[in-house]
């Protein structure tokens, strides 16, 4: 086991906020929900956590400081038979917590705040160790680590038109067939996810988990997105661009008329107020027309003759 100031990054002075915060960034990139498949990121995280069962109390550091205590939180005194050395135990020395019952430092409660509680139970509910389900940390007093329950989490995709994009919301089907609402967040990125709470599978004793649903965005045949603006492109008839007119044009809210000037050239840009996509900032992006011209295929000798052909 290495040294956990080592483990974590930190320097031996650190304070309290700075050995928290480095344990957070480290248990968030080897999370074995974010490395499934990846061993040697699983064993880093149950090192992430041993160092931080001993940086993140006061008194265990303490007694690392002092050299009382090893890398695995155990004493490296021996031959004791009444009570705890260090004075924190129960007396006699019959099972109690060498190191007087100061929990984990925080640790259970920093991962349920990240991840939520699936870290097999706490010492309040009967659970030991709550780290005893990652694989490498052994646990105190030398017991065996318990492989870790499986994930209770359940991935969905989610295909996204334009018009749920404009709704804020879409409809997927979970694995029993029923078919639910989800909210979209406004400019998604493709493949975003969006965890649902509660809407995994279950397990007795244990919290129900998360659907986890993957959004797919979906390429619309008439529309191109940029975050919240949308782009289109429009045929214009020959005479209207020559001579000026209106043209419908399709919107996500429906049809309107564009005003189009007299001597419009094809790949001019229109550029219509609020009629985009909702926006993070609220209101809505723009819709922006390009013009194709069209030439009239009736009165194509016509055009020839006009010049010269």
């Known amino acids: 086991m290495a040294n956990p100031y080592s483990v974590l990054g930190v320097p031996k002075g650190a304070d309290e906020k700075a050995i928290k915060s480095a344990f957070r960034k480290l248990a968030k990139k080897f999370h074995p929900d974010q490395n499934p498949d990846n061993k ?7 090192e992430v956590n041993q160092a931080y069962e001993i940086l993140g ?4 550091r303490g007694q690392f400081d002092r050299g009382e205590i090893d890398e695995k939180g155990q004493p490296k005194f021996a031959g004791f038979s009444g009570g705890n050395p260090f004075g924190g135990g129960r007396p006699g020395g019959q099972g109690g ?12 409660d920093i991962l349920n705040e990240m991840f939520g509680s699936a870290f097999g139970g ?12 990652m694989g490498g940390m052994g646990g105190m007093g030398g017991q065996r680590s318990q492989p870790k329950p499986p994930s209770l989490d359940i991935d969905i995709k989610a295909s996204v038109t334009i018009d749920d994009l404009m709704r804020g919301k ?22 975003q996810v969006v965890r ?20 797919l965005l979906r390429t619309d045949p008439v529309f ?10 429009v045929d214009v008839p020959l005479e209207t661009a020559v001579l000026g007119g209106k043209i419908p044009v399709k919107t996500v809210n429906g049809k309107l008329s564009l005003n189009i000037p007299e001597g419009t050239s094809s790949g001019k840009v229109f550029r219509l107020k609020n009629k985009g996509l909702p926006k993070k900032a609220g209101g809505f ?3 922006l027309v390009v013009t194709a011209l069209q030439l009239p295929e009736e009165k194509l000798d016509d055009l020839k003759k006009i010049f010269g052909g």
């Open 40 to 46: 040697s990121a699983q064993a880093k995280f149950a």
């Open 224 to 233: 191109e997105r940029y975050g919240a603006d949308l782009r289109c492109s």
């Open 57 to 60: 109390d006061a008194e265990k």
């Open 196 to 215: 649902l709470k509660g809407k995994g599978k279950t397990a007795p004793g244990r919290k129900p988990g998360d659907a986890l649903v993957t959004l």
């Open 122 to 133: 706490s010492r309040a509910a009967g659970g030991g160790n709550p780290f005893s389900n």
């Open 170 to 191: 879409t409809n997927v089907r979970m694995p029993d067939g029923k078919q639910i609402a989800v909210s979209i967040p406004t400019e998604p990125e493709n493949k």
């Open 285 to 287: 992006g723009d819709l």
């Open 97 to 108: 917590d060498p190191f007087g019952g100061g929990g984990f430092g925080g640790a259970e």
